[in-house]
């Protein structure tokens, strides 16, 4: 023998009742929850993705032609097959890699070839105002500085 005690209709009514009120709520939290780490999935592997973008926009490149004075410097990168995204791409990487502080402006050029007359892009950097001042006639601005200004033609794209 049990011992719960009956419950009358009315009471087994208000319980029924509760029981669907709780379980109603109770699974809305489970349910936005749940909604919330979906979203949070997808938005996780579009980060990825776009970073699987970039390392492909970001292409190897041949130093050529370099040329560093006290003060200023030029250089060619040769990227066979090169599109503009990918020669934007290796003048930023440059910049930020391989030009030193003791430099105010520096020239840094995209080819295909290295017997290449006419270039895919050519990034000129200037280390601050002053120097973009001095060096280029004020061509180069930022909001930030260094700052680079490209031009990007592309003859053969």
């Excluded at 410097?73 to 440059?94: F, N, R």
């Excluded at 950097?125 to 004020?138: H, L, N, R």
């Amino acid at each position: 023998m049990s011992n719960r005690r009956a419950l009358t209709p009315d009471q087994a009514h208000r319980r029924r009742s509760l029981n669907k009120k709780i379980l109603g709520f109770g699974c809305l939290p489970i349910t936005v929850l749940l909604i919330l780490v979906i979203v949070a999935a997808i938005a996780g592997s579009n980060g990825t993705d776009s970073k699987d973008k970039e390392a492909k926009v970001r292409p190897a490149y041949t130093i050529t032609n370099k040329t560093e004075k006290k003060k200023t410097g030029s250089v060619d990168l040769v990227i066979p097959d090169a599109t503009v995204d990918q020669a934007k791409a290796a003048v930023e990487d440059y910049a930020q890699h391989h030009i030193g502080d003791q430099f105010l402006n520096y020239s840094v050029t995209v080819v295909r070839s290295d017997t290449d007359k006419v270039y895919v892009c050519m990034g000129e950097w200037a280390k601050d105002e002053q120097a973009s001042q001095v060096y280029t006639g004020g061509r180069v601005k930022g909001d930030t500085w260094p700052a680079t200004l490209m031009n990007c033609p592309d003859p053969k794209g």
